[in-house]
Protein backbone atom coordinates (compact mmCIF):
# COMPACT_ATOMS: atom_id res chain seq x y z
CA UNK A 1 0.00 0.00 0.00
CA UNK A 2 1.51 3.39 -0.68
CA UNK A 3 1.35 6.08 1.75
CA UNK A 4 1.64 9.82 0.92
CA UNK A 5 2.89 12.56 2.81
CA UNK A 6 3.12 16.36 1.31
CA UNK A 7 6.00 19.16 1.94
CA UNK A 8 7.36 22.39 0.65
CA UNK A 9 4.52 24.90 1.24
CA UNK A 10 4.90 28.07 2.92
CA UNK A 11 4.64 32.02 2.49
CA UNK A 12 5.31 33.65 -0.28
CA UNK A 13 4.28 37.01 -1.99
CA UNK A 14 2.33 36.68 -4.99
CA UNK A 15 4.28 36.46 -8.28
CA UNK A 16 6.61 33.98 -6.28
CA UNK A 17 7.07 30.63 -6.94
CA UNK A 18 6.69 27.49 -4.73
CA UNK A 19 7.58 23.82 -5.60
CA UNK A 20 5.68 20.75 -3.57
CA UNK A 21 6.59 17.83 -2.51
CA UNK A 22 4.87 14.51 -2.81
CA UNK A 23 6.98 11.73 -1.26
CA UNK A 24 5.78 8.14 -0.83
CA UNK A 25 6.38 5.16 0.59
CA UNK A 26 5.56 1.71 -0.49
CA UNK A 27 7.03 -1.08 -3.26
CA UNK A 28 4.60 -0.11 -5.87
CA UNK A 29 4.67 3.72 -6.23
CA UNK A 30 5.67 3.43 -10.04
CA UNK A 31 2.55 1.57 -10.73
CA UNK A 32 -0.14 4.39 -10.07
CA UNK A 33 -1.39 8.31 -11.08
CA UNK A 34 -1.07 10.59 -8.39
CA UNK A 35 -3.59 13.56 -8.03
CA UNK A 36 -2.64 17.21 -6.50
CA UNK A 37 -5.71 18.81 -4.81
CA UNK A 38 -6.40 21.65 -2.72
CA UNK A 39 -8.54 23.14 0.07
CA UNK A 40 -8.98 26.97 1.06
CA UNK A 41 -10.84 27.61 4.45
CA UNK A 42 -14.67 27.10 3.83
CA UNK A 43 -14.60 25.42 0.66
CA UNK A 44 -14.68 22.16 -0.90
CA UNK A 45 -11.65 20.22 -1.78
CA UNK A 46 -10.59 20.92 -5.39
CA UNK A 47 -9.13 19.19 -7.71
CA UNK A 48 -5.97 20.60 -9.60
CA UNK A 49 -3.92 18.07 -11.51
CA UNK A 50 -2.73 14.59 -12.28
CA UNK A 51 -0.05 12.44 -13.72
CA UNK A 52 -0.05 9.46 -14.81
CA UNK A 53 2.38 6.14 -13.94
CA UNK A 54 5.35 7.03 -16.40
CA UNK A 55 5.20 10.54 -16.21
CA UNK A 56 4.39 11.21 -19.75
CA UNK A 57 0.46 12.05 -19.50
CA UNK A 58 -0.51 15.37 -17.37
CA UNK A 59 -3.76 17.38 -16.94
CA UNK A 60 -4.21 20.36 -14.70
CA UNK A 61 -7.40 22.52 -14.08
CA UNK A 62 -7.89 25.96 -15.91
CA UNK A 63 -7.77 27.94 -13.03
CA UNK A 64 -3.82 26.88 -12.64
CA UNK A 65 -2.86 25.32 -16.43
CA UNK A 66 0.29 27.65 -17.73
CA UNK A 67 1.15 28.32 -13.84
CA UNK A 68 1.65 24.84 -12.40
CA UNK A 69 3.37 22.08 -13.44
CA UNK A 70 3.30 18.31 -12.23
CA UNK A 71 6.45 16.13 -13.04
CA UNK A 72 7.40 12.52 -10.93
CA UNK A 73 10.83 10.78 -10.31
CA UNK A 74 10.13 7.28 -10.04
CA UNK A 75 13.55 6.82 -8.94
CA UNK A 76 12.78 8.82 -5.59
CA UNK A 77 8.95 8.17 -5.27
CA UNK A 78 8.31 11.49 -5.63
CA UNK A 79 5.71 13.62 -7.74
CA UNK A 80 6.00 17.84 -7.63
CA UNK A 81 3.90 20.19 -8.04
CA UNK A 82 5.81 23.42 -9.66
CA UNK A 83 3.88 26.58 -8.41
CA UNK A 84 5.07 29.40 -10.39
CA UNK A 85 3.10 32.95 -10.89
CA UNK A 86 1.31 32.57 -7.42
CA UNK A 87 -1.68 34.90 -6.84
CA UNK A 88 -3.40 35.00 -3.51
CA UNK A 89 -6.10 33.00 -4.45
CA UNK A 90 -3.93 29.61 -4.65
CA UNK A 91 -3.60 29.89 -0.98
CA UNK A 92 -5.27 26.84 0.72
CA UNK A 93 -3.97 23.55 2.17
CA UNK A 94 -2.43 21.03 -0.73
CA UNK A 95 -3.06 17.25 -0.77
CA UNK A 96 -1.88 14.77 -2.90
CA UNK A 97 -3.64 11.65 -3.79
CA UNK A 98 -3.45 7.79 -5.09
CA UNK A 99 -5.19 6.05 -7.40
CA UNK A 100 -5.27 2.32 -7.96
CA UNK A 101 -4.71 3.28 -11.69
CA UNK A 102 -1.73 3.59 -14.16
CA UNK A 103 -3.76 6.33 -15.68
CA UNK A 104 -6.89 8.29 -14.79
CA UNK A 105 -7.37 12.39 -14.40
CA UNK A 106 -11.00 11.33 -12.87
CA UNK A 107 -11.58 13.05 -9.69
CA UNK A 108 -13.05 10.15 -7.51
CA UNK A 109 -10.50 8.06 -8.67
CA UNK A 110 -8.02 9.16 -6.18
CA UNK A 111 -7.69 8.62 -2.08
CA UNK A 112 -5.57 8.11 0.82
CA UNK A 113 -4.49 11.65 1.29
CA UNK A 114 -1.34 12.22 2.68
CA UNK A 115 -1.22 15.12 5.79
CA UNK A 116 -1.30 18.40 3.75
CA UNK A 117 1.26 21.10 3.35
CA UNK A 118 -0.35 24.54 3.85
CA UNK A 119 0.41 27.36 0.86
CA UNK A 120 -0.38 31.14 1.49
CA UNK A 121 0.21 33.56 -1.16
CA UNK A 122 0.28 37.69 0.19
CA UNK A 123 -0.94 40.21 -1.90
Known amino acids: QVQLSESGGGLVQAGGSLRLSCSAS????????IGWFRQAPGKEREFIGA????????WHTDSVKGRFAISRDNGVNTVYLQMDSLKPEDTAVYYC????????????????WGQGTQVTVSS
Open 97 to 112: GVSGLRETFSQSAFGS
Open 26 to 33: GRYFSNYA
Open 51 to 58: INYSGTRT
